[in-house]
């Protein structure tokens, strides 16, 4: 069965910082997908991401940016100069190719002081 | 685009009486999801709807009952409210469950059991 860790519960940071979420798979399929979801304090979950397992390609966007690394078995998430409005809960998914179902992990709490 | 749209925001019930949550998507997507989400463990799925039609149980499916009215709506039903049910609830979709597709969440429904 697969399992998604996030080993950080949550992070505290002064804006301006940069910041890592941490996220650790373990699967057993050849092809799966990861993903990265934010849930702000309104409550509502919005995709950030997401990556196939023939991709390896590090991915950035403006202060945003993604490792994945399939030797570790991790898709690291890291926001440069962060701001307050980055305060959120970042949930990290992985799915196996031909499943519906999603293993999230359990999401780590970014809280960015001003 | 509404995107996916869940009612009621709020619900508090007493224990053993039931209730329906309803959601609904606007984006022609095949397949459609309920989580809950507690405090310290992320997102557990319900139960899941591939495409119309058909419905599968998820990780924590006890106690709930779904159905997949057409291909926009998809409800959840409790039949007998229990205080461990008090939750968070999320509808999700997604285009086609099994390939690279991210999931579209709902802004989610409270819901306190007394």
């Known amino acids: 069965a697969q399992k998604v860790t996030q080993a950080q519960t949550e992070i505290s940071v002064v804006e301006k910082e940069d910041v890592t979420l941490d996220c650790v798979y373990e699967?057993?399929?050849?092809?799966?997908?990861l993903f990265w979801y934010k849930q702000p304090p309104s409550g509502e979950l919005v995709f950030l991401i997401r990556?196939?397992?023939?991709?390896?390609q590090n991915e950035i966007s403006g202060r945003y940016s993604w490792n994945f690394q399939k030797s570790t078995s991790s898709f690291n998430f890291t926001i440069t100069a962060s701001q307050v409005v980055d305060s959120a809960v970042y949930f990290c998914?992985?799915?196996?190719?031909?499943?519906?179902?999603?293993?999230f992990g359990r999401g780590t709490s970014l809280i960015v002081h001003p | 685009n509404a995107g996916v749209t869940q009612t009621p925001k709020f619900q508090v019930l007493k224990t053993g009486q039931s209730m329906t949550l309803q959601c609904a998507q606007d984006?022609?997507?095949?397949?459609m999801y309920w989580y809950r989400q507690d405090p310290g463990m992320g997102l557990r799925l319900i139960y899941y709807?591939?495409?119309?039609?058909?419905?599968d149980k998820g990780e924590v499916p006890n106690g709930y009952n779904v159905s997949r009215l057409n291909k926009r709506e998809f409800s959840l039903r409790l039949e007998s409210a229990a205080p461990s049910q008090t939750s968070v609830y999320f509808c999700?979709?997604?285009?086609?469950?099994?390939?690279?597709?991210?999931?579209?969440f709902g802004p989610g429904t409270r819901l306190t059991v007394l």
């Open positions: 984006m022609n997507h095949n397949s």
């Open positions: 990556r196939n397992s023939f991709d390896e």
């Open positions: 699967t057993r399929d050849t092809t799966y997908y």
């Open positions: 998914a992985h799915k196996a190719g031909g499943s519906y179902i999603p293993t």
């Open positions: 709807s591939a495409s119309e039609g058909t419905t």
């Open positions: 999700a979709s997604s285009p086609d469950g099994t390939v690279y597709n991210e999931q579209f």
